[in-house]
């Protein structure tokens, strides 16, 4: 049994195809469909069942596919040690940003990480918190942005705790207001996130708590086209008080969320049985040295 084959099994799984697989790997279909076979014949069990174009794991196949998965994250873990020994002449960063407030919370933060560390190559992945929980669940992401977890596998280190404000049409009834209630909002469309945002389960939950079915008015992952949306008449949104101020546009309107107090608690989270690289820790440090800008802060703070 060697690595190479659980690689491919592994993402033969992942992918559900041979094909796709290959092209993941970077290897021929016929390479990928004999590294699977000879780990078949090496463990002596049938690994994958082929229903028409449809491929999944047996019952054996879904336990060597978790421990596949294990020691794939074990050896990667191994090899960024010995890196870390070899005075890190080369290195990785396998990082996962939230999608809302990329840019005006993580760019410059990036590119500083990358002026200080030029040798360290970072592998950068966005999306919400779901996503991204799983992929350092997975082992695929060494840290990632998130809201804060409850899920005790993971360590994390506090980022920022924003509160949400609401973007309104400039010509909805409490677009003037200084402050709003939630509650006030139940017969206006919510533009709410895809389902792999954990804020967009707590926007619901504050909506049913408050009262209301929210009636949607669309759904995205991007800050810039939900203010659009916005501007466009076609409901409300909530967003982080950082990200909302970068999207202010003529015809919307910012209004502080006066109840409940809802919030954006970003968090860095890793696996709680993990080792973190040289450059996790070096990530890590540079937020402490930065949770939030002066500027960031005032921001933040004014209304």
């Known amino acids: 049994m060697e690595f190479r084959q659980l690689r491919s099994f592994v993402e033969v799984v992942r992918q559900g195809s041979f094909t796709q697989a290959a092209a993941i790997l970077h290897a021929s279909q016929s390479a990928v469909s ?34 596949a998965e294990d020691m794939l994250r074990l050896r990667r873990e191994l090899l960024t040690e010995l890196d870390e020994l070899s005075q ?15 840019d005006p919370l993580f760019a410059w933060r ?11 190559q970072v592998r950068l992945l966005e999306g ?15 840290l990632a942005g998130c809201l ?20 309104l049409p400039a010509d909805h009834p409490l677009a003037e207001r200084p402050s709003i209630a939630l509650r006030e909002l139940a ?4 533009l709410l996130y895809q389902q ?26 991007q800050a810039d086209f939900l203010g659009a949306l916005v501007a466009a008449g076609q409901g409300v949104v909530l967003l982080p008080r950082a990200v909302a101020r970068e999207i202010e546009r003529p015809g919307v309107v910012r209004v502080l969320l006066s109840e409940p107090d809802l919030r954006w608690d970003i968090c860095f989270i890793w696996r709680r049985d993990a ?25 933040a703070q004014e209304g």
């Open 275 to 299: 080792y973190l690289s040289h450059a996790a820790r070096a990530w890590l440090e540079l937020l402490k040295e930065n949770p939030l800008r002066a500027a960031e802060s005032e921001k």
């Open 88 to 102: 890190m002449k080369r290195g990785e960063l396998r990082l996962g940003l939230p999608l809302l407030g990329a």
């Open 187 to 190: 017969d206006t469309p919510f």
């Open 110 to 120: 990036f590119a500083e990480y990358r002026k200080r560390y030029p040798q360290i």
């Open 34 to 67: 004999k590294q699977v076979a000879q780990l078949e014949q090496s463990l002596q069990v049938q690994l994958l069942e082929r229903s028409g174009s449809h491929i999944r794991p047996t019952a054996a196949g879904s336990v060597v596919l978790r421990r």
């Open 148 to 167: 804060t977890p409850s899920d005790t596998l993971f360590d994390w280190q506090e980022f920022c705790n924003e509160p949400l404000d609401a973007l």
């Open 196 to 221: 792999s945002f954990t804020l967009n389960d707590r926007l619901l939950r504050a909506c049913h708590e408050a009262g209301f079915e929210p009636r949607e008015g669309g759904r995205s992952g």
């Open 128 to 142: 919400g918190s779901k996503t991204l929980e799983q992929a350092v669940r997975a082992g695929e992401l060494e």
